[in-house]
């Protein structure tokens, strides 16, 4: 069983920065193992994917996230963080992390495949 614990949400002001931080569980298992994704959701709206690593590295960002987001993963500090910058009102949501153990190492945001998730931490974009 993995624990999954986000941190780092904030109010910020549009075109200004920020990093949220996803801490795995202490407990014994292979972090490199695992696949991460970022997900949010605004108030009103399904969640959606925002980035997703793979256990080989690999990534993939929504196409409202290229360009701006990037994610990134220690495996020695089972933490994923999601830097994002020249943030958007549109940006505003709870973004939550989710791992899983693939088969194959990929960068997917197919929220179907996701065992683990967290709580959740709130961005806020204020104009």
């Known amino acids: 069983q993995i624990h999954l614990v986000e941190s780092g949400g904030a109010s910020v002001q549009a075109g200004g920065s920020l990093r949220v931080s996803c801490e795995g569980s202490?407990?014994?298992?292979?972090?490199?193992?695992?696949?991460v994704g970022w997900f949010r959701q605004a108030p009103g709206k399904e969640r959606e994917g925002a980035a997703a690593?793979?256990?080989?590295?690999?990534?993939t960002y929504a196409e409202a996230a290229k360009g701006r987001f990037t994610i990134s993963k220690d495996n020695s500090r089972k933490i994923v963080f999601l830097e994002m910058n020249d943030l958007e009102s549109a940006d505003t949501a709870m973004y939550y992390c989710?791992?899983?153990?693939?088969?194959?190492?990929?960068?997917?945001?197919?929220?179907?495949?996701?065992?683990?998730w967290g709580q959740g931490t709130q961005v806020t974009i204020s104009a």
């Open positions: 202490r407990n014994r298992y292979r972090y490199s193992e695992y696949s």
């Open positions: 690593i793979g256990c080989d590295g690999s990534t």
């Open positions: 989710a791992a899983y153990r693939p088969l194959v190492c990929r960068a997917t945001m197919s929220q179907a495949e996701f065992r683990y």
